[in-house]
């Protein structure tokens, strides 16, 4: 459970993280969730990583860039530093407000990533991201899984940095992702290789079996209206500090 704290008798948010390897349908799920709670008027917001806060989307392009090279160390020191902006700015108040918080990559992203793949050591990049973001944990992981050939296959328009490493080191990752899933009760996997619609309800299955409160009375996809972003906005785009985005990419 996260640790951000609510004024008594407020209602704490939900802290909701999507994970998963190159092409693995992420930002898309988000973007259907969102437009499934924002039918029904349920206050939410999307924040995505790296990026999100003006100082959060300065680093991301640094991170992205594939003009770029970089040792890892300063990559994992990168990616967190644009995480504690987004713990502060975004992720936090969202919980104090009673929003549901869809976040597009947290810190599994760098244990798989920077610690598995880039061979840091998952215990190192536990250690630097928990100062980095004071213990805020996920209420729940979803772990979109998908054959790292066939997730790379799916992307299209040019590859940016991390998208264009050999296929060794997504495979690291992709191992690192089932691993680190077995090993927490709070990180549940959901296999992605069907439709967007198929892999949409075995989310929501997911949501409403620990939350039937929240998630068990919504309408089926094909029965809610589409009414825009979150918040009120016209189309998915990241969060900026102190309010609601949509899709991450």
């Not at 160390?73 to 992720?91: C, F, Q, W």
């Not at 939350?211 to 979150?230: I, T, V």
Request: hydrophobic letters at 35%; glycine letters at 12%.
């Amino acid at each position: 459970m996260s640790s951000t704290t609510t004024e008594p008798g407020a209602s704490r948010g939900l802290f909701l993280v999507f994970e998963g390897g190159e092409g693995a349908g992420k930002s898309t799920q988000i973007a259907r969730l969102a437009r499934r709670l924002a039918s029904r008027g349920v206050p939410h917001r999307l924040v995505r990583e790296p990026g999100g806060t003006p100082v959060g989307e300065r680093i991301r392009d640094i991170v992205l860039d594939p003009a770029l090279t970089m040792c890892a160390e300063t990559e994992l020191l990168l990616v967190v530093a644009a995480r504690a902006e987004s713990v502060r700015r975004l992720v936090e108040p969202g919980l104090r407000n009673g929003d549901l918080v869809l976040s597009d990559r947290y810190e599994l992203s760098t244990f798989a990533y920077q610690g598995a793949g880039r061979g840091l050591g998952v215990d190192t990049a536990r250690q630097v991201n928990g100062f980095a973001t004071g213990g805020l944990k996920p209420d729940l992981t979803i772990v979109l899984l998908v054959a790292s050939e066939l997730g790379r296959g799916r992307q299209s328009g040019e590859a940016d940095r991390l998208e264009r490493e050999r296929g060794e080191f997504h495979r690291r990752v992709a191992d690192a992702y089932e691993r680190l899933a077995a090993e927490d009760d709070s990180i549940v996997t959901v296999r992605a290789e069907g439709s967007p619609d198929e892999t949409h309800e075995l989310i929501w299955g997911e949501l409403a079996a620990r939350w039937p409160d929240r998630f068990g009375n919504f309408s089926r996809p094909d029965e809610f209206h589409e009414r825009g972003a979150a918040r009120g906005g016209a189309d998915p785009k990241p969060a900026e500090a102190g309010e609601a985005g949509e899709e991450s990419q």
